[in-house]
């Protein structure tokens, strides 16, 4: 009895308690029933079953058993096991005679038993078995563990059975398991049986397989030669854009949860390990150094993206098919039926808004405007953007955005499209303008040629753009206010996208969003430039398009003064990451090295940057909402960071009586199982 107390601080189970979030102070039971043996000869045995495959959902009993041996013998793999029956055989037992075979009477009163308890307990259960020189006892049962695919299909089958309402089958699937329905995974069993080379954090879901580069060049040019590559950098940026979107994965050395690498990774639903902090670069030699083990470029290795493990060598997967795609969609369906929260995207191209309407959102919550510059068939955009960043005057500035005008409205539009009848929040221009300048000499000198100025000069207005702590620095509404003409061309481009279709008979819907906001005077400056633009475009075209001006909310005082910017704002979005970088004074691009150390010592429960502070920058969204909507009753409210997409954020969102939360398209069927979960939990009015 001593040594099953003792085992609540083995090894195993600290290392289980840690990846389920189960508290350690819980402590653990001991359960005293008499000894039967299964290892009395021949006529005995020993056995673990379920009630239904856990692996594909199938309703058929599935298990294992060994003769003349005792429980432990069944898990501990030293001998192979029998298969119960012929619906549990493998490759390995595919030759060995089943239960069923060898003990007919005792088989038949075991199945009896998984038919009577799963009528009982209305679920799929795990349950041990031992039989002792011919007579079966029952040792115990539980609710048995399950991959995502067996969870869904369990889910949906029982409700059917009327073993479960569709409330109950929904609080059945969690959202990790529903993850897995999502993206090709490493193979469970390769992955057992395999030791990592290090770990990080994981930013982006699924697994992956491909070789090392080092290079954004590389990335794209080994793709083009038909090879699987994963992107390794000490921190991805912009300019790595191109060798992401080819790369299989991507794994870096620096970077939290909501650093470049990990945001774009999630958006694209691509598999990515951030923060790997053990992962050493070198260049010159390309070659990386992890876990005792040197790498060279070319190498295979493998990530699973879910959990933030790296291994060496190269690893099956486990693609989703065309049956579970289907099965996902019922189940969403059932999701759909009860929650109250609204789930919206985060999308800059209409392939992520299909992807994300094909998975369910609403609505787009964050269309980052700049996004349309960075990518595939990016260039020319790009170049009319840097010509307008560089100009010296306003006269210089407004011929760089008369050129850069239609390529984002056909950016707008294309999306807008996709979008008809849902609702579009446009994010006006929001990072500092010195990440757009290019590093290459080439280009600087193409630049230069293009505005008629010399290299140097070219250089000495780039280095003027420079800022010490650009986060916080010359961006979002501050560059709308420095440059009026700027706001008014992306108003524009906007009212013009949107009329246009409108004359084509498809409706859309623009709420444009003013960034990085903490004065009231701030948005009515904007306000008056966007309802102006509205006026003459709409005068122009001879359509009426229904639209909305709100803000982020993103910025401690912006929370403190929410009632006075609902005077003004039609709604409000928070973006959370820098919400929480502002609120801690913590750099969301550096904080995951010591965040981590944070977690483990208990001086935080979780990284803020993953799911959001309840108690410090929950009551700052609380604050929001309260005053905001005491100015504007019927103010719409919502989320636009990742955490738009993690379970217990959405918890919290669905409490606080958000209208929505907004997440990258991979992460939307993730939302709608969390709001229809927190409906059933926590029930609000507003469904």
Known sequence: IGAVFASWMGKRAVSYRRIEGIPAEWGTAVNVQAMVFGNMGENSSTGVGFTRNPGTGENAFFGEFLENAQGEDVVAGIRTPHPINESSRNEQSKNLKSLEQLMPAAYKELAAIRAKLEKHYHDMLDIEFTIEAGRLWMLQCRVGKRNGLAAVRMALDMQKEKLATKEEAVMRVSPDQLDELLHPILDPKMELGTKPLGKGLPAGPGGAVGMIVFTAEEAVKWKKEGKNVILVREETNPEDVEGMRAAEAILTARGGMTSHAALVARGWGKCCVVGCADVKIDLKARTLHLGGATLKEGDWISLNGSRGFIYTGKMALVEPGEVTM????????????????????????????????????????????????????????????????????LEERKAALNDLFPYMKNDLKATFKVMEGFHVTVRLMDPPLHEFVPHQKEKLEELGRALGISYEELEHRATALRESNPMMGHRGVRLGVTYPEITEMQARAIFEAAAELQKEGIKVFPDIMIPVVSLENEVKNQTEIIHRVYAEVMKQKGVKVKYMVGTMIEIPRACLMA???????????????DLTQMTFGYSRDDSGPFLNDYVKKGIIPVDPFQTIDQDGVGELIKITVERGRKTRKDLKIGICGEQGGEPASVAFCHKVGLTYVSCSPFRVPIAILSSAQSQIRNPRKNK
């Open 326 to 393: 289907q099965m996902l969609q019922d189940f969403l369906k059932f999701c759909n039926s009860i929650r109250a929260l609204k789930v919206w995207t985060n999308a800059d191209t209409p392939a992520d808004a299909t992807q994300a309407r094909m998975y369910g959102a609403e609505g787009i919550g964050l269309f980052r405007i700049e996004h349309m510059f960075y990518g595939k068939g990016s260039d020319a955009a790009l170049f009319q953007l840097r010509k307008m960043i560089m100009s010296k005057n």
């Open 563 to 577: 009632g006075k910017l609902a005077e003004t704002m039609e709604f409000f979005s928070f973006g959370t990451n």
